[in-house]
């Protein structure tokens, strides 16, 4: 996929002075609830109205989706409000019924995106129309996957692109729903910067108290726009219920939210953002020869071991190592969190530069 195609433009072309905001129920329930919720989000800085139409419930026998009657009630809901329209869809045959209903943007959503069968589908039944479609990551943390679905799409010819960030699942139990795994949307980013790209906090959290924090930490990274669930009546919501806020909630959020600045011409800015650029690049050189010169050590034990045929892993001694690590680390502000996965890291590196000592 080409990265110097704009595949912005379509959100340039709302001419929008904030982030972009796709903020609507998670499942279409009612007539009165479509045309309800869509009233309330009618002058806010809400463009798009989403709603669940069909809906991927990994086990069977919950709530499913209304089916193609909602798309009539978002219909009812666009002619009403002048909001623009959003839904997700899976195979072929949701694709001609969003397009037979005027759907304005279609989504993939995480459980399709992993699977590229289903995707080429999607992406066949799209060709020739000039749909705009946002792909959500995969439910697993897979860059390649999920870039997988996107150029898929491009490929037939779709230019209107874009990623929704919704976070990744894990078997542990975490704070998150689904953890954002952020570099992994910064990755995405890098690579193709003219890719816009969505934050859903509402998955990421499964938690309304968690929104605004969530969104904040996709506007600080620069994030194009956001897709937040919106319930006039979110605790007795048919899916989804504790992570749904209400439209009052929403503009309670959007005060709130800080939008950052690209840059800015304001005197001095620039010359002290350049001073610290150059030390952090400094300090980042020093921590790779600190690196290197601790897989040096690594390779001499790696060999002193070989002449003893003693064991590269000693767990004793790692765990010691990790605890002093874990209590540095809080000396110096770092997160457990961080400590854990740089030093686990750092761990296998060096076992990698021992045992090339050993053979
Ligand atoms: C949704 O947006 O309601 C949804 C099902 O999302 P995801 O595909 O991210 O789970
Ligand atoms: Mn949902």
């Not at 623009?84 to 949701?94: K, Q, R």
């Not at 890098?190 to 790209?197: E, Q």
Request: some cysteine; overall charge negative; glycine content about 6%.
């Amino acid at each position: 996929m080409e990265n110097t195609i704009n595949f912005k433009g379509w959100v340039d072309a709302f001419e929008l002075t904030h982030p972009m905001v796709i903020a609507g129920p998670c499942s279409a329930e009612t007539e009165d609830q479509v045309i309800q919720i869509a009233q309330q989000l009618k002058d806010s800085d809400v463009s798009v109205f989403r709603a669940g139409i069909w809906k991927p419930r990994t086990r069977p026998g919950g709530f499913e989706g209304v089916g193609a009657i909602g798309l009539k009630w978002m219909q009812k809901a666009k002619a009403e409000t002048g909001l623009l329209l959003a839904t997700e869809v899976a195979n072929a045959a949701h694709v001609k019924l969003a397009i037979e209903h005027d759907i304005d943007i279609l989504w993939i959503g995480a459980r399709t995106t992993v699977n590229p069968f289903a995707v080429q589908e999607i992406a066949d039944a799209l060709k020739g129309s000039d749909k705009i479609v946002l792909v959500k990551n995969p439910v697993n943390p897979d860059l390649g996957l999920w870039i997988g679905a996107i150029e898929r799409l491009y490929n037939a010819g779709i230019t209107k692109l874009g990623a929704i960030h919704r976070g990744f699942s894990t078997y542990e139990k975490t704070i998150y729903r689904n953890i954002p795994e952020w570099q992994i949307a910064i990755e995405l980013q890098s690579r193709y910067p003219k890719l816009p790209i969505f934050c859903d906090p509402s998955h990421i959290t499964g938690n309304r108290e968690m929104i605004l924090e969530v969104s904040q930490q996709a506007l600080d990274l620069n994030y194009n726009g956001l897709m937040i669930e919106t319930h006039t009546d979110p605790e007795n919501a048919w899916s989804d219920a504790a992570q749904q806020v209400t439209p009052t909630k929403l503009k309670e959020i959007f005060k709130d939210l800080r939008i950052r600045k690209l840059t800015t011409d304001a005197d001095g800015y620039n010359e002290e953002m350049q001073k610290l650029r150059r030390d952090i690049d400094f300090t980042d050189g020093k921590l790779f020869d600190l690196l290197g010169n601790r897989m040096q050590i690594a390779e001499k034990m790696g060999a002193l071991k070989k002449e003893e045929n003693i064991a590269i892993l000693q767990s004793q001694r790692w765990n010691e190592v990790f605890k002093k690590m874990l209590e540095m680390g809080e000396a110096r502000g770092l997160t457990q969190d961080f400590v854990e996965r740089i030093f686990k890291a750092i761990h296998q590196e060096s076992i990698t530069h021992q045992g090339k000592m050993m053979k």
